[in-house]
């Protein structure tokens, strides 16, 4: 892994849920409030719990495993397992999870995607 990638990554490690759950809440003002959050990127499992405004009862989703696959000049991005507590939303991520998903070209985030793909590599994940 590059100087610059393990740089990324040990900031993301270091970046405290509370503060991610704070800037969530800022940008989901009004429609949701998310109330747990744990990102692990060694071992890429990600868990968050969150209220819709109007429910009573929280959604939570847990994801196990994901990362993005070099094809040539593109990326994909693949979730090897991920759950909910909800029936219908477990039925949306059975269609999604073990599906490489190519990433569209977006030309301001071209001169990062090396750097992300590097970073997120699922031919060599960490566990």
Same mark, same amino acid.
């Not at 593109?74 to 909910?84: E, L, T």
């Given at each position: #892994?590059?100087?610059?990638?393990?740089?990324?990554?040990? !900031?993301?490690? $270091?970046? @405290?849920?509370?503060?991610? &759950? =704070? &800037?969530?809440?800022? %940008?989901?003002? +009004?429609? !949701?409030?998310?109330?747990? *959050?744990? *990102?692990?990127?060694?071992?890429?499992? %990600?868990?968050?719990?969150?209220? $819709?405004?109007?429910?009573?009862?929280?959604?939570? &989703?847990? &994801?196990?495993? *994901?990362?993005?696959?070099?094809? +040539?000049?593109?990326?994909? *991005?693949?979730?090897?397992?991920?759950?909910?507590?909800?029936?219908?939303?477990?039925?949306?991520?059975?269609?999604? %999870? +073990?599906?490489? =998903?190519?990433? @569209?070209?977006? @030309?301001?985030?071209?001169?990062? #995607?090396?750097?992300?793909?590097? $970073?997120?590599?699922?031919?060599?994940?960490?566990?």
């Amino acid at each position: #892994m590059s100087y610059k990638a393990s740089l990324i990554k040990m !900031a993301i490690n $270091l970046t @405290p849920n509370k503060m991610i &759950v =704070w &800037v969530a809440n800022i %940008v989901l003002k +009004g429609i !949701a409030e998310l109330t747990d *959050f744990n *990102f692990d990127l060694d071992t890429r499992k %990600v868990y968050a719990q969150t209220m $819709l405004y109007g429910e009573t009862e929280a959604i939570e &989703v847990w &994801v196990d495993g *994901f990362g993005i696959i070099r094809e +040539g000049e593109s990326y994909q *991005f693949i979730i090897h397992q991920a759950q909910s507590n909800k029936l219908w939303l477990n039925n949306i991520l059975a269609k999604l %999870v +073990g599906k490489a =998903w190519k990433i @569209p070209a977006i @030309p301001q985030l071209a001169a990062y #995607m090396e750097l992300i793909a590097e $970073l997120l590599n699922d031919e060599n994940p960490a566990k």
